[in-house]
C-alpha cells in the first residue's frame, strides 16, 4: 500500500533550536519524495524535492530508503519557518500522495 | 500566465444538493489533481489526471463525488447530494508530470454544507 505518515501534528521550538520534522512512507517502487509548505494565508508550495538533493530556506531532506524516512531538518529554527509542512510521495503514472501534516510553531 | 485558479472561492449549500467545483490550470500542465484538506485530515487525495483520463479515482469517497476533465484543460469537480462531512477546503494543482514533478496548487474552494 502506498502510504505517508508524519507522527507530529504539532511541533514546537524555540527560535535558534534545530527541527526535524518527521515524514515516513510505504510503497513498493521507487519513491520520489517531496516536502511542501503553507504558511498562514498562502498556498501550499514546494519546500524541497529529494531528487535535487538541495537546501531551501535552511532546510535540508535526505531520503534514508532502509528506514522508508525523508524527514526534514533545518539547523536553526526561525520564526518565519512557522507554518504547516506536508510530506509528498509520487508514485507511479505521476499520482502524488500527501502525509497528515505537520504544524510548526517556532516561539520567540 | 496566471498560476492555478479555482472557482468558487466559497460555496455555502444546503445538504442534499449537488455542487460544481471548476479548476483552471496552468496552461501546458497535463497533469491535474483534486484533494480534499479538512482540520484532522490533512491533505486527502481524491482523484487525478494525466491529459483528460483519470488513471486513480481510488481517492473518491463515494458514487456521489465524480470528476472530469476536458480538452486537457478545466477541471470540475461535482459533489452530488451533499453531505455535512463533505464541507472541506477543496484544492486544485496541476503540474507537468514526469520527472521533477512539482504541482502548484491553487488558493481551494471552501465547501460549507449546511
Known amino acids: 500500500a502506498q502510504r505517508v505518515t508524519q507522527p507530529e501534528k504539532l511541533l514546537s521550538v524555540f527560535k535558534g533550536a534545530p527541527v526535524e520534522l518527521k515524514c515516513n512512507y510505504s510503497y513498493s517502487g521507487s519513491p520520489e519524495l517531496f516536502w511542501y509548505v503553507q504558511y498562514s494565508r498562502q498556498r501550499l508550495q514546494l519546500l524541497l524535492r529529494?531528487?535535487s538533493r538541495e537546501s531551501i530556506k535552511g532546510f535540508t531532506a535526505d531520503l534514508n530508503k532502509g528506514e522508508t524516512s525523508f524527514h526534514l531538518k533545518k539547523p536553526f529554527a526561525q520564526e518565519e519557518d512557522s507554518a504547516m509542512y506536508y510530506c509528498?510521495?509520487?508514485?507511479?503514472?505521476?499520482?502524488?500522495?500527501f502525509g497528515p501534516g505537520t504544524s510548526l510553531s517556532v516561539i520567540p | 500566465g496566471a498560476g492555478v485558479s479555482q472557482s468558487p472561492s466559497n460555496k455555502v449549500t444546503e445538504k442534499g444538493k449537488d455542487v460544481e467545483l471548476r479548476c483552471d490550470p496552468i496552461s501546458g500542465h497535463t497533469a491535474l489533481y483534486w484533494y480534499r484538506q479538512s482540520l484532522g485530515q490533512g491533505l486527502e487525495f481524491l482523484i487525478y489526471f494525466q491529459g483528460n483520463s483519470a488513471p486513480d479515482k481510488s481517492g473518491l469517497p463515494s458514487d456521489r463525488f465524480s470528476a472530469e476533465r476536458t480538452g486537457g484543460s478545466v477541471s470540475t469537480l461535482t459533489i452530488q447530494r451533499t453531505q455535512q462531512e463533505d464541507s472541506a477546503v477543496y484544492l486544485c494543482a496541476s503540474s507537468f508530470g514526469g520527472a521533477y514533478n512539482e504541482q502548484f496548487f491553487g488558493p481551494g474552494t471552501r465547501l460549507t454544507v449546511l
Open positions: 529529494h531528487i
Open positions: 509528498a510521495l509520487k508514485t507511479s503514472y505521476d499520482k502524488v500522495i
